[in-house]
Structure formats: structure tokens, C-alpha cells
């Protein structure tokens, strides 16, 4: 589907959310100079077109109590992960599940899972919990806790609202190709 200036200005227009108040959708209208009825016909031909997958929120974890999160690395046999990685998806708990090529020799993990918790305590419990009912005792994994938190926000897609421009790396390291590729 190839998009139109309009469907490009309200893709840009929501990256950072829609507008809280009690008409958004006509807030948005206003800015991009036509009526409510069009944005949320827009809207609907985007997500019918699957060029809008998802309508949601970021929720700030930490400011509702959340202070523990742990990214949890599995290394599942390619042909079970599917159906454990939809399993694992499915579990209350697990707030984004995923799968990504391993890299031999440097890191062996193919299916991965975030768990948000008030504490660390209740996270290895969950994780506890996840490994017994899905029967992954015996997988190879690891749980890698969060030390910092940068930045949490949607993500950004369309044209680039302005050029970055990266400044030369003053050093090089001797970092594998296969390690580059999965950055």
C-alpha cells in the first residue's frame, strides 16, 4: 500500500501519542487541517491495511510501583520455539516476547522474555513459575536485570523528523560481523 500525504502527516502526527483531552481525534483533525470523520477513516483504512498493527499506551512502569524488570534468555530448539514463545506470550506476567537469530559461538539465545515485577523477588518468582510450566528446566537461559532505564517510548517510524549526523568512531574494536548484525 503506498501511502498518501495525509495517511504520511497522521502517522507522523500520533509518534508521540495521541492528545489527551476529550476530543483527540478532532485535535488532531485541526492540526492536519481536516475533519475528525477523515482522521478516524484514516485510521481505520491504516490498521485495515495492517500498516497499523496496534493502538496503544506506554505505561511508566516504575511511577506505578514496578521497580524490578528482567529480560529472560532462552536457548529453545528452533522447532519448539514458536509454540513455546506463543505460550510464554500468553502468561500474564510476560510483557514482550520475541525470537531472534542465535549467534554461534556468542550467544546461544533465540527466544526472549520480559517480566516486570514490584520487586525482584516476585520477578524470580515469576520466573520460577514460567520455567515450571512451560517444562524449561533443562533449557539454557539466563536473566539479565535491569540496572538503568534511558529511555522507554514507542517507536518512531515514517521519515525522520531531522538528520542525525554520527560523529566517526575514535576507536575500533575487534567485534565479529555476526555480533554487529544483531545490534
Known amino acids: 500500500m503506498e501511502l498518501s500525504n ?8 500520533l509518534r508521540d501519542g495521541l492528545p489527551l483531552g476529550k476530543h483527540p481525534y478532532a485535535d ?3 492540526d492536519l487541517g481536516t475533519t475528525e470523520g477523515t482522521v478516524i477513516e484514516t485510521l481505520e483504512q ?12 506506554i505505561i511508566r512502569h516504575r511511577a506505578l510501583g514496578y521497580q524490578a524488570n528482567a529480560m529472560c534468555v532462552f536457548d529453545i530448539g528452533d ?27 556468542v550467544w546461544p539465545y533465540n527466544l526472549y522474555c520480559m517480566i ?11 520466573i520460577r513459575h514460567l520455567i515450571a510450566r512451560l517444562e524449561l528446566h533443562d533449557a539454557p537461559h539466563k536473566v539479565l536485570f535491569s540496572k538503568q532505564c534511558f529511555t522507554q517510548r514507542a517507536g518512531k517510524y515514517g521519515a525522520p523528523r531531522a538528520s542525525v549526523s554520527l560523529p566517526a568512531p575514535t576507536e575500533t574494536r575487534a567485534i565479529p560481523d555476526e555480533v554487529r548484525e544483531i545490534s
Not at 495525509?6 to 502526527?13: G, V
Not at 519448539?80 to 559461538?105: Q, S
Open 46 to 57: 491504516l490498521i485495515a491495511h495492517k500498516v497499523i498493527n496496534r493502538f496503544g499506551m
Open 6 to 13: 495525509l495517511q504520511h502527516r497522521l502517522i507522523e502526527r
Open 116 to 126: 516486570h515485577g514490584r520487586d525482584r523477588l516476585t520477578v524470580r518468582a515469576q
Open 79 to 105: 522447532d519448539a520455539a514458536p509454540d513455546i514463545g506463543k505460550a510464554m506470550a500468553a502468561l500474564p506476567y510476560v510483557t514482550l516476547c520475541y525470537r531472534r537469530e542465535r549467534v554461534a559461538g
Open 28 to 30: 488532531i483533525a485541526n
